[in-house]
């Protein structure tokens, strides 16, 4: 696997960090982190990234939910009143 044409990086720390078809890109990007900001601060940073983007994509799919829901109830009357001309034979 090739990332941004390269088959591995030297981070910070001097340590080589290789990238194959089975790579843990969440580690890979915490061990290019790990040695600029430090292990403490790399975690903190990851932590607060990973729990932002779950908030983020919960909100995202509650306001979907409730945005359809609500469309859904403004155009039952009119949905019912068709449906009733249909069964009705009218």
Same mark, same amino acid.
Do not use: C
């Given at each position: 696997?090739? *990332?941004?044409?390269?088959? @591995?990086?030297?981070?910070?720390?001097?340590?080589?960090?290789? *990238?194959?078809?089975?790579?843990?890109? /969440?580690? %890979?990007?915490?061990?290019?982190?790990?040695?600029?900001?430090?292990?403490?601060?790399?975690?903190?940073? *990851?932590?607060?990234?990973?729990?932002?983007?779950? !908030?983020?994509?919960?909100?995202?799919? !509650?306001?979907?939910? %409730?945005?359809?829901? /609500?469309?859904? /109830?403004?155009?039952?009357?009119? @949905?019912?009143?068709?449906? !009733?001309?249909? /069964?009705?034979?009218?």
């Amino acid at each position: 696997m090739v *990332f941004y044409g390269k088959q @591995s990086v030297t981070v910070a720390g001097g340590q080589m960090v290789m *990238f194959n078809p089975d790579s843990d890109w /969440i580690r %890979i990007a915490y061990l290019t982190l790990a040695p600029l900001l430090g292990t403490m601060a790399a975690s903190t940073l *990851f932590a607060v990234a990973l729990l932002a983007s779950g !908030w983020f994509l919960m909100i995202l799919g !509650w306001g979907s939910a %409730i945005l359809i829901t /609500i469309m859904d /109830i403004y155009s039952l009357p009119e @949905s019912l009143k068709a449906a !009733w001309h249909i /069964i009705a034979g009218g």
